[in-house]
């Protein structure tokens, strides 16, 4: 959380008059995502001369790429784009199949477990679930996982975007309004 920082003096220069402003030490890494730029050598072409939209799409690879750079966090990209195929491929793993994947693939499970995984389920990209279970013969609880592919990412993605076309859209309609009313 934020820490708060408290001026002693307000805006005008009087002692006494306490100022709270908000530490700035930047987006932490865990909460951000990589955005290279719209014209960057890194992406497919995704809107044409006039704005338009064009109908390739990305693959795996290159959405994979902004959750983890492939450029800045190349292992963790290796790590989750691995991942992500796996799952694409069966819509849906245990942890049977998890632990699989990190040994076949010598994956340090603090890796896994601490820094990629709980970042692709925070971005919506994957949904973890567990089911609880309780042995019969040793009346113990235990919760297995499940992971399975998620529309999260897209949908949030879909209406940040949907949301800025709109406001485009309502600008560019008011401007045209207000030079058709000047003729």
């Known amino acids: 959380m934020e820490e708060?920082?408290?001026?002693?003096?307000?805006?005008?220069g009087e002692p006494g008059k306490d100022k709270k402003t908000i530490a700035s030490r930047g987006v932490p890494s865990s909460e951000?995502?990589?955005?290279?730029?719209?014209?960057?050598?890194?992406?497919?072409?995704?809107?044409?001369?006039?704005?338009?939209?064009?109908?390739?799409?990305?693959?795996?690879?290159?959405?994979?790429?902004?959750?983890?750079?492939?450029?800045?966090?190349?292992?963790?990209?290796?790590?989750?784009?691995?991942?992500?195929?796996?799952?694409?491929?069966?819509?849906?793993?245990?942890?049977?199949?998890?632990?699989?994947?990190?040994?076949?693939?010598?994956?340090?499970?603090?890796?896994?477990?601490?820094?990629v995984l709980p970042r692709l389920k925070r971005v919506g990209m994957i949904k973890v679930e567990r089911d609880t279970i309780v042995a019969v013969e040793s009346k113990r609880k235990f919760r297995p996982m499940r992971i399975s592919l998620s529309k999260t990412f897209g949908n949030y993605f879909m209406k940040i975007g949907d949301s800025w076309l709109a406001i485009v859209d309502e600008a560019r309609s008011r401007r045209e309004k207000k030079d058709q009313q000047k003729l």
């Open 4 to 12: 708060e920082k408290t001026e002693t003096s307000g805006s005008d």
């Open 32 to 115: 951000s995502i990589y955005l290279p730029r719209h014209d960057s050598p890194e992406l497919r072409s995704f809107q044409d001369k006039t704005e338009a939209i064009t109908r390739n799409l990305w693959d795996d690879s290159e959405l994979t790429n902004f959750i983890f750079s492939k450029k800045y966090q190349p292992k963790y990209f290796e790590i989750a784009l691995g991942f992500v195929k796996m799952l694409i491929e069966k819509t849906e793993i245990g942890g049977d199949e998890i632990a699989s994947f990190v040994k076949t693939n010598s994956i340090s499970k603090a890796t896994f477990y601490n820094r």
